[in-house]
């Protein structure tokens, strides 16, 4: 950051009083500018033994599958952003959504909150963000296209709990990832 967003004086680094790291501090009007991670809400959308997949149609990873998630809006609750994402993904509406797992991705500066959520119908299309959408079970899932390392760890803990009756939530923090061949 170059530039204060309040008054557009050029920023400098440094540690504030009080503080324990550098931040962007304003060399005019001394706004300090916290940078955070960016948080991602999104769903896994279940009907019977199938999960809900969208082939973006975005960067980054256009052409790879992923479960309809995407960034926090202000005013929002995770659960209502992730109801939203999977609206705007797949047209596809979730309900009795209960936390699947907090995915904590320190070397992007991310953190998603993943849903488990109930597809009211079977009834999905494609949207401008997503070119196809499907419904897979665990032998069907194109394991080997799947855009991020969060999409295939959150799948691996669902089709891991999938029979039990109160399926666990869990918190996972992630390392730079490889995708494994299956």
Not at 164 to 178: E, G, I, M, N, Y
Request: glycine share 6%.
């Amino acid at each position: 950051m170059n530039y204060c967003n309040e008054c557009g004086a050029n920023t400098r680094q440094a540690i504030p009083d009080g503080d324990n790291r550098p931040r962007h501090i304003c060399s005019s009007c001394d706004t300090i500018h916290y940078q955070n991670p960016k948080v991602i809400a999104g769903v896994l959308p279940i009907w019977g033994d199938q999960v809900l997949l969208c082939r973006r149609d975005i960067e980054p990873r256009r052409g790879f599958w992923t479960l309809p998630a995407g960034f926090l809006e202000n005013g929002e609750s995770s659960v209502e952003g992730a109801i939203r994402e999977c609206y705007e993904e797949s047209l596809a509406v979730v309900e009795n959504c209960r936390l699947l797992g907090v995915f904590d991705i320190p070397y992007i500066d991310q953190v998603y909150i993943l849903y488990r959520g109930e597809l009211t119908a079977p009834q999905f299309a494609p949207t401008p963000e997503s070119s196809e959408v499907a419904l897979f079970n665990q032998a069907e899932v194109p394991w080997g296209e799947l855009a991020f390392p969060v999409v295939e760890m959150a799948l691996d803990l669902h089709f891991q709990q999938s029979e039990q009756p109160q399926p666990a939530s869990h918190h996972l923090v992630t390392r730079p990832w490889r995708p494994q061949a299956r």
